[in-house]
């Protein structure tokens, strides 16, 4: 199978503008994501709609493609990217680029889901530990995922899910595993294809999460499960613990 990684980056986010080019330690953040991945798949490229983005990627040596600014979310930017290239791949795998850390063995997890032949779409989950922080859960920045035995993804909410109905609060992470969501998708590109022509549905519009269209539509999503930690970077005040992540690797 030939593996493809793209990187969509746009320059416009509500809480942090201009976050792909944010400096981390001497380089843009949308360079570390890149210089991540770069090398464990058959070709990475980034998929943004601003010539800010494209000429520092330009800059750093990255292969960078010029998308439309009006896409509502990141697969329907990784697919218009997939399109414009005239070589084909069998598998899109769509890297955030605000996941700095993202590790070499969750991109080998999520190309192994694809060993099953009936593995249409595959994302990453992470066990809370039992002695989380407590507000983490609770966090809606934080999406929370239900899986079956069999690692196929139930569903996604913001809300903490499941409800513990005979339980304190404070007790949850010590009677239940509860899964956090990584953000990071990987797609047969014919289902790619035919998932980016899905119109918005009520879940997702609700949850402000993508995935749920693909679930509201019947598509097949398999877990891996990782351990190991990432920092998403949503705000400034997770750039810096970025940061601090960042320094303490170099000591």
Request: some cysteine; aromatic content about 10%; hydrophobic content about 35%.
């Amino acid at each position: 199978m030939k593996f493809l990684g793209i990187i969509p980056s746009r320059y416009a986010s509500t809480r942090f503008p201009g976050k792909p080019l944010a400096d981390m330690l001497g380089k843009p953040m949308i360079q570390r994501v890149y210089e991540r991945v770069a090398g464990l798949l058959d070709e990475t490229l980034v998929a943004t709609d601003d010539e800010r983005i494209y000429t520092v990627v330009k800059s750093f040596g990255g292969k960078v493609i010029m998308t439309s600014p009006d896409h509502q979310s990141g697969t329907d930017r990784c697919y218009e990217a997939y399109m414009r290239l005239s070589e084909k791949f069998d598998i899109v795998i769509n890297i955030q680029g605000d996941e700095p850390f993202i590790q070499v063995s969750q991109i080998e997890l999520l190309k192994a889901c694809f060993e099953d032949e009936k593995t249409q779409i595959a994302t990453l989950v992470k066990p809370f530990s039992a002695d989380d922080d407590f507000e983490n859960l609770f966090n809606p920045h934080t999406p929370k995922a239900i899986i079956t035995p069999q690692r196929q993804i139930v569903y996604f909410s913001r809300s903490v899910i499941p409800y513990i109905r005979s339980k304190q609060y404070t007790e949850w992470l010590q009677s239940h595993v509860f899964y956090k969501h990584i953000g990071i998708y990987a797609y047969r590109t014919e289902v790619l294809k035919a998932i980016a022509s899905l119109p918005q549905s009520p879940l997702e519009k609700a949850e402000s999460l993508e995935q749920l269209r693909w679930i509201e539509n019947g598509y097949r999503i398999q877990a891996g499960i990782t351990n190991e930690e990432t920092i998403g970077i949503d705000t400034p005040e997770d750039m810096e613990r970025a940061l601090n992540a960042l320094r303490s690797q170099r000591k």
